[in-house]
């Protein structure tokens, strides 16, 4: 018989809930604190600002610096905070999705201050990272042409899964496709796999993936629209 | 009933007039940033609730010197990019601290801003805001700025940039009043709540 449920009680094309607070940080011009599942991330966006060291400027565009960063007790066992190749490897793919989002365009030779704090994890913390500064980004007022809905699909224990959690991930045939589109174009800005898959079960794997930014976009939008209540006491 | 729309959520597929803050592609009109939507039978435009301030041309704006070098000043405008004026073009001489009002002249690609007509401002203190909100905190025919003199007994300078040079007998009170106003500028009938707020508490 085939699996419909989790061992976390999921169905299969089901997420984790998701919480969503924007403007948490005073300091930074956008901030978003985001709970998805056990993961737990707080993104901050500043800028656009001057750029230094004056060389990595780009006259026609503004440079994305995206800091993606696992704090040293969001895993049991104590992550070392000096940022590794994952980290770094992370940041830079990770950036530049966020840029096809963002109009950088029209901030020459200037910065857009990224960070991303892990503060808890398990599993899909780079897509729950993106999602977390698509939304700081637009807390902040950036032009940007649509959000960033990230999502992990892939299969566990045979059967073709969405947001797949730390057990999902552990199964001896795991597939793990970390997805971001941008919304609502429906366009592909990232796409990283662990895993073997055929080419028949990729593709499946994808459209899981979308059904599922879709359910996060609108969040997302959620989100973005109850920070500003248009209605009530004025405090 | 004003709608808050979302960066690329569509707002028509008809032919319209377009306003700030919005893109085209294929035929139809997008919002780029979270803010409120403006529309009306053949126009649309966004007006945004949180944004950086991107100078423009004749904008008024209170600005402070940064830097002394040997032929010119760096001033600090609260734009992404600093703005450099010649010494040659002033005959006072400016300090580092010194704050400013001055007209914007001219933008080149919104990275070089230049400015003109310096007017050097007295000891005063400088309010935060985001320069979206600096609208409402004028508001219509000066009518919160009037408020806001009114009760606090202050003498209030707007920038466009988004920063607000005040001398005031209650400094506290105003700072609260302009908080208010920022974190509450997408709701209707502000200016009468703010000034039963302020007519309570002065």
Same mark, same amino acid.
């Given at each position: 018989?085939?699996q419909?449920k989790?061992p976390?009680g999921?169905?299969?094309?089901e997420l984790?809930?998701?919480t969503?607070?924007?403007?948490v940080?005073?300091?930074a011009?956008?901030?978003?604190?985001l709970?998805?599942?056990?993961?737990?991330v707080i993104?901050?966006?500043n800028?656009?600002?001057?750029?230094?060291?004056?060389?990595l400027?780009?006259?026609?565009?503004?440079?994305i610096?995206?800091k993606?960063?696992?704090?040293?007790?969001?895993?049991t066992?104590?992550?070392?905070p000096?940022?590794?190749k994952?980290d770094?490897?992370?940041?830079?793919?990770s950036g530049?999705?966020l840029?096809?989002a963002v109009?950088?365009?029209q901030f020459?030779?200037?910065v857009?201050?990224?960070?991303?704090?892990?503060?808890?994890a398990?599993?899909?913390?780079?897509?729950?990272?993106?999602?977390?500064?698509?939304?700081?980004a637009?807390?902040?007022?950036?032009p940007?042409?649509?959000?960033?809905?990230a999502?992990?699909?892939g299969?566990?224990?045979g059967?073709?899964v969405?947001?797949?959690d730390?057990n999902?991930e552990d199964?001896?045939?795991a597939v793990?496709m970390a997805c971001a589109?941008?919304m609502?174009?429906?366009?592909l800005a990232l796409l990283?796999?662990d895993?073997f898959?055929?080419?028949?079960?990729?593709s499946?794997?994808?459209?899981t993936?979308?059904?599922?930014?879709?359910?996060v976009?609108e969040?997302?939008k959620?989100a973005?629209?109850?920070k500003?209540?248009?209605e009530?006491d004025?405090? | 009933?004003?709608?808050?729309?979302?960066?690329?959520?569509?707002?028509?597929?008809k032919?319209?007039?377009v306003?700030?803050?919005?893109?085209?592609?294929d035929n139809?009109?997008?919002?780029?940033?979270l803010g409120i939507?403006?529309?009306?039978?053949?126009?649309?435009?966004i007006?945004?609730l949180?944004?950086?301030?991107?100078p423009?041309v004749n904008?008024?704006?209170?600005?402070i010197?940064k830097?002394?070098?040997?032929?010119?000043?760096v001033i600090?405008?609260?734009a992404?990019?600093d703005?450099?004026?010649?010494?040659?073009l002033?005959?006072?001489?400016?300090?580092?601290?010194?704050?400013?009002?001055?007209?914007v002249?001219?933008?080149d690609?919104s990275d070089?801003?230049?400015?003109d007509?310096i007017?050097i401002?007295p000891?005063?203190?400088?309010?935060e805001?985001?320069s979206?909100?600096v609208?409402?905190? %004028?508001?219509?025919?000066?009518?919160m700025?009037n408020v +806001?003199k @009114?009760?606090?007994?202050?003498? &209030? !300078?707007?920038?466009?940039?988004?920063? %607000?040079?005040?001398?005031?007998?209650n400094?506290?009170l +105003?700072? @609260?009043a302009?908080?208010?106003? &920022? !974190?509450?500028?997408?709701k209707?009938n502000?200016?009468?709540?703010?000034?039963?707020?302020l007519k309570?508490n002065?």
């Amino acid at each position: 018989m085939a699996q419909t449920k989790r061992p976390d009680g999921r169905a299969l094309d089901e997420l984790r809930p998701i919480t969503i607070k924007l403007g948490v940080n005073k300091n930074a011009d956008g901030s978003c604190f985001l709970e998805w599942g056990k993961n737990t991330v707080i993104a901050t966006v500043n800028g656009p600002k001057p750029i230094f060291p004056k060389h990595l400027a780009d006259s026609t565009k503004a440079v994305i610096d995206y800091k993606y960063r696992m704090a040293s007790f969001s895993v049991t066992e104590r992550k070392s905070p000096v940022p590794g190749k994952r980290d770094k490897e992370i940041s830079l793919v990770s950036g530049q999705a966020l840029e096809s989002a963002v109009m950088v365009e029209q901030f020459p030779n200037t910065v857009i201050d990224v960070n991303v704090l892990i503060l808890s994890a398990d599993a899909g913390t780079r897509v729950a990272a993106l999602t977390a500064a698509s939304l700081a980004a637009a807390d902040a007022g950036l032009p940007m042409r649509g959000l960033i809905s990230a999502v992990a699909a892939g299969r566990a224990d045979g059967a073709l899964v969405l947001d797949l959690d730390k057990n999902d991930e552990d199964t001896e045939d795991a597939v793990d496709m970390a997805c971001a589109f941008l919304m609502p174009q429906k366009e592909l800005a990232l796409l990283q796999m662990d895993g073997f898959v055929d080419k028949k079960d990729c593709s499946k794997i994808l459209e899981t993936a979308l059904k599922g930014a879709e359910l996060v976009y609108e969040i997302q939008k959620k989100a973005l629209v109850e920070k500003y209540p248009m209605e009530g006491d004025i405090q | 009933m004003k709608r808050i729309v979302t960066p690329g959520e569509l707002i028509t597929d008809k032919n319209k007039k377009v306003g700030g803050n919005v893109f085209i592609k294929d035929n139809c009109i997008y919002s780029s940033v979270l803010g409120i939507l403006n529309e009306s039978e053949d126009y649309v435009s966004i007006v945004p609730l949180n944004g950086p301030y991107v100078p423009e041309v004749n904008d008024a704006i209170v600005c402070i010197v940064k830097n002394v070098t040997s032929n010119g000043y760096v001033i600090d405008i609260n734009a992404h990019n600093d703005c450099f004026f010649p010494k040659s073009l002033i005959t006072k001489e400016l300090r580092i601290g010194q704050m400013l009002f001055a007209r914007v002249k001219g933008v080149d690609g919104s990275d070089i801003t230049d400015l003109d007509n310096i007017n050097i401002l007295p000891v005063g203190n400088i309010i935060e805001a985001p320069s979206v909100k600096v609208p409402r905190i %004028i508001g219509k025919n000066d009518s919160m700025l009037n408020v +806001l003199k @009114k009760y606090t007994l202050s003498n &209030i !300078l707007v920038g466009r940039n988004g920063w %607000i040079w005040c001398v005031s007998k209650n400094i506290n009170l +105003l700072e @609260k009043a302009i908080n208010m106003i &920022i !974190l509450n500028s997408q709701k209707s009938n502000l200016t009468n709540t703010i000034e039963e707020y302020l007519k309570n508490n002065s």
